[in-house]
């Protein structure tokens, strides 16, 4: 079970350190408003009420579809196979630009109201996040195992994911309010470049593991 939680938590991590619109709307309220410090917290309750939604919606589908192995098992390959190929492009990324993140010349267009309808919103308006969950998020659920009738699994599941998500966020949040004015971009290029490489070691784990060990809901 352990296990679950940990890969969840690095699975996440991997995916909120790479810059988005989210983050970008945690580094303007963090900046913007009063207590900018507490933005990240609110943003991520927001985000997590919309992804702990999604989970229940893909569960809830995975089961209409329990007899049908064969969408199963293709699912769980296709997310494994995705995110290899998400590791492959973040990494070929940050090796072919500057990766920097400056905080006072972060500017978010859109939404700029509450923090935790915001956590929805710009979650929602990102196609990427959808795409996630439906091949790679659901394609880890699957290989895992994780379904209603395990529901320590799908708690760990889900508290890992969110804390992947907060112990990149908050930190980010409290240095752009107190005035940081960008992170060191060598140490966050090579942050990236070993998550984009656990991306593929764990994206192709997946792919092979629902193979082996296909799924029994």
Request: charged fraction near 10%; aromatic fraction near 16%.
């Amino acid at each position: 079970m352990l296990d679950i939680f940990v890969f969840s938590f690095l699975v996440a991590l991997t995916g909120a350190l790479s810059p988005g619109p989210l983050l970008t709307f945690t580094i303007y309220k963090s900046i913007k408003q009063k207590r900018g410090y507490l933005a990240a917290i609110y943003i991520l309750l927001g985000h997590a009420t919309i992804e702990l939604t999604l989970i229940v919606a893909l569960l809830a589908g995975a089961y209409l579809l329990i007899q049908n192995l064969l969408f199963l098992t293709v699912i769980g390959i296709l997310g494994g196979i995705f995110l290899v190929i998400y590791g492959i492009l973040v990494i070929k990324d940050v090796l072919k630009t500057d990766v920097n993140i400056e905080f006072e010349n972060s500017h978010h267009k859109g939404f700029k109201g509450n923090s935790y309808i915001g956590g929805i919103i710009v979650s929602l308006s990102n196609p990427y996040w959808e795409f996630w969950w439906a091949i790679i998020g659901l394609g880890f659920l699957i290989s895992y195992n994780i379904s209603f009738a395990n529901p320590i699994g799908l708690l760990l599941f889900f508290l890992g994911h969110e804390l992947g998500d907060a112990v990149w966020y908050i930190p980010i949040s409290t240095i752009a309010y107190f005035g940081g004015k960008s992170l060191n971009p060598k140490i966050f290029k090579y942050v990236l470049i070993i998550c984009g490489a656990f991306m593929i070691i764990f994206g192709s784990y997946l792919a092979i593991n629902i193979v082996f060990n296909p799924p029994t809901f």
